[in-house]
Nanobody, 129 residues
Framework: QVQLVESGGGLVQAGDSLRLSCAAS????????IGWFRQAPGKEREFVAG????????RYIDSVKGRFTVSRDNAIKTVYLQMNSLKPEDTAVYYC??????????????????????WGQGTQVTVSS
C-alpha cells in the first residue's frame, strides 16, 4: 500500500512562488513515478507535471513549462513541485499521484488519470490577481 500526503498550498498573489511537497510512504515507493495533477472548480482534473522513479525524466504541460519544476528526493521519499511566477489560472486543488506502470511519465498517454494507482488528498493553491 502506498500513501501520499501533499502540503505547501496556500493563498498567494500573482507572480509569487510556492513549493508543494508530496510525502510518500509504503513499500518500494521509490520505484513509482509521481505525477502532479490539479483540479479547478468546474473543471476536469488535469496532469500538470511528472517525474520518473529515479528522477531521470520529467514531463510538464505547456502552460507551466518554464515556471514549474518537479523534483524528488528518494532518500526521504518526497517529491516537490516548485511553482514560480504563479498566475490566477493556476488556482486549483493540487494532487500528487503514484504510478507503478511501465512508461509512466515517459509516454504521452501516461498523463491520464488511469495510469495512477494512488492519490493524495490534495492541497489548495489560490492565486489572487
Amino acid at each position: 500500500q502506498v500513501q501520499l500526503v501533499e502540503s505547501g498550498g496556500g493563498l498567494v498573489q500573482a507572480g509569487d512562488s510556492l513549493r508543494l511537497s508530496c510525502a510518500a510512504s509504503g513499500r518500494q515507493i521509490n520505484a513509482y513515478a509521481i505525477g502532479w495533477f490539479r483540479q479547478a472548480p468546474g473543471k476536469e482534473r488535469e496532469f500538470v507535471a511528472g517525474i520518473t522513479w529515479n528522477g531521470g525524466s520529467t514531463r510538464y504541460i505547456d502552460s507551466v513549462k518554464g515556471r514549474f519544476t518537479v523534483s524528488r528526493d528518494n532518500a526521504i521519499k518526497t517529491v516537490y513541485l516548485q511553482m514560480n511566477s504563479l498566475k490566477p489560472e493556476d488556482t486549483a486543488v493540487y494532487y500528487c499521484a503514484a504510478s507503478g506502470r511501465l512508461g509512466a511519465v515517459l509516454l504521452d498517454q501516461s498523463t491520464g488519470r488511469g495510469w495512477y494507482d494512488y492519490w493524495g488528498q490534495g492541497t489548495q493553491v489560490t492565486v489572487s490577481s
